[in-house]
């Protein structure tokens, strides 16, 4: 479903290179949940922005669901995106909008009709478990609802994938394991493939199939999580 193939990255900063990411190589089968694991500046975040584009890559292919993007037109890249869903450590939802249109806003952008939104956010927001919020502001919400709200917009454009940038990092433990058991149910539901990037060993071990260890922007490790942690 994701390929990514000899993928650097290399920034330029002060005259200097830093290279991000060093000829990754990775392939994540389609219903996986795939998780990259790597200290604070080893390239987890440059490499999945480079999944959807969000950073280009300065070397090296990416293929989601059998399309290149970075052979896409600005405008093509837009389409493609709509199979790729997002969500981050800091939620981003909008602040001036509802809980209902934070979820719509993709729908709207792709020019859908009122009563096409109006069905697809009830449906999504029943998912997600916050149906009684609709009409609630993100700042009257809890971090966990936060995420949920993002999770059902990521959802809009009925994705085939699903990026999550440190997505409990900023949740506190019982709140970190309802949204992992909410991400392992839409990628059961859905047959979602989901590439996760974390700091936490826990997250990995708890709903990831497979997992990469990143370290210094070089691919150190990667396989069936089973096989890569030893069992004591
Ligand atoms: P991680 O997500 O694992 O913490 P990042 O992908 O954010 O790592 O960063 C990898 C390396 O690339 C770091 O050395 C970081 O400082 C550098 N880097 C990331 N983004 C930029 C940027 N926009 N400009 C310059 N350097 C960057
Ligand atoms: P950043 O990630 O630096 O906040 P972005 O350009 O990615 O900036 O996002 C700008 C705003 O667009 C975000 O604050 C967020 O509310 C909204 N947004 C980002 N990603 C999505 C998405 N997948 N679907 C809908 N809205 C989004």
């Known amino acids: 479903m994701i390929e990514i193939q000899n993928v650097n990255k290399v920034f330029y900063q002060a005259g200097r290179e830093i290279k991000a990411l060093d000829d990754i190589n990775l392939t994540i089968a389609e219903g996986s949940i795939y998780g990259v694991i790597g200290s604070s500046g080893a390239g987890k975040s440059t490499l999945i922005r480079c999944v959807n584009l969000l950073e280009r890559p300065t070397q090296g292919k990416v293929f989601v669901d ?12 837009t389409l493609a995106r709509r199979k790729i869903g997002m969500i981050f450590q800091h939620f981003n ?104 990037i974390t700091h936490e060993m826990a997250v990995v071990k708890s709903i990831c199939s497979d997992v990469a260890i990143i370290g210094g922007g070089k691919l150190v490790e990667q396989g069936a999580v089973g096989d890569i942690f030893a069992h004591p």
């Open 66 to 77: 059998g399309t290149e993007l970075n052979a896409l037109s600005n405008k093509e890249l």
């Open 93 to 196: 939802l909008l602040s001036s909008r509802t809980v209902f249109d934070n979820v719509g806003l993709p729908l709207e952008l792709a020019g859908e009709s009122k009563q096409a939104i109006k069905a697809k956010v009830e449906s999504l927001l029943e998912l997600v478990g916050l149906s009684e919020k609709r009409d609630s502001y993100p700042a009257n919400l809890s971090g966990g609802q936060k995420q949920r709200v993002a999770i059902a917009r990521a959802l809009a454009s009925d994705p085939k994938v699903l990026l999550c940038d440190e997505a409990t990092s900023a949740l506190d433990p019982a709140t970190t394991h309802s949204i992992l058991e909410l991400l392992r149910k839409i990628n059961k539901e859905f047959n979602l493939t989901i590439l996760l």
